[in-house]
């Protein structure tokens, strides 16, 4: 039988991923390659991320071209380090101008149109509101990117939720895939709240 993910929500605990409509146990399942957190690539252990191109699932091992390329481990070496994701800082690797990253993948002299915008998304219960800065996600992705197929440019259009998230909706289209893993959680729930809207 498929493993299938479901996300269950209980009162003041949070989100708890559990595995349903499996014949087998999990770290069996899991050994046979049908691990229901695949998705989120980045939470793959230290040892395992960024293997060689020949060993990264997505190159043709057998292509003479495979092995010209560089190792991601070697071009990251000198680049600054975070403590999640492929443990490279690439927001500050792009302010420090380490990386120069084409806007456009024909357009070699096209620009950034950055939008230095916030959007705080209140939150129900004790946890921080999360604060969506535009200005680091536009330096990289054009608005197109998500608007409007991911996110309806409209204040209340959106119904975001952790559930949507780690099933690789709304923001995990991209986190936990490409950009940093949706366990680093205070890096988008990142404004307390006051004593009086935690009371409530």
């Given at each position: 039988m498929k493993l299938q993910?479901?996300?269950?929500?209980?009162?003041?605990v949070g989100l708890v991923l559990c595995i349903v409509g499996s014949s087998v146990p999990i770290h069996d399942a899991m050994a046979q390659g049908n691990?229901?957190?695949?998705?989120?690539?980045?939470?793959?252990?230290?040892?395992s991320r960024n293997p060689p191109p020949a060993e990264d699932?997505?190159?043709?091992?057998?292509?003479?071209?495979?092995?010209?390329?560089?190792?991601?481990?070697?071009?990251?070496?000198?680049?600054?380090k975070t403590n999640s994701g492929n443990y490279v800082d690439w927001n500050k690797s792009l302010q420090d101008t380490k990386i120069a990253p084409r806007y456009d993948r024909l357009d070699p002299d096209a620009q950034p149109v950055i939008m230095?915008?916030?959007?705080?998304?209140?939150?129900?219960?004790s946890m921080p509101n999360v604060v969506y800065p535009h200005k680091q996600h536009t330096e990289w992705l054009d608005c197109s990117n998500c608007h409007p197929a991911i996110f309806i440019p409209q204040k209340g259009a959106n119904q975001i939720s952790m559930a949507?998230?780690?099933?690789?909706r709304k923001c995990g289209v991209c986190h936990g895939k490409v950009a940093f893993p949706v366990a680093e959680c205070r890096r988008c729930h990142s404004q307390p709240k006051t004593?009086?809207?935690t009371a409530q």
């Open positions: 993910s479901r996300v269950m929500r209980f009162a003041g691990d229901p957190n695949a998705f989120n690539r980045l939470m793959a252990p230290k040892s699932g997505i190159h043709d091992p057998g292509s003479p071209g495979t092995a010209s390329l560089q190792p991601p481990r070697l071009a990251f070496d000198a680049l600054p230095d915008l916030n959007i705080v998304r209140e939150v129900k219960g949507e998230i780690l099933l690789g004593p009086a809207a």
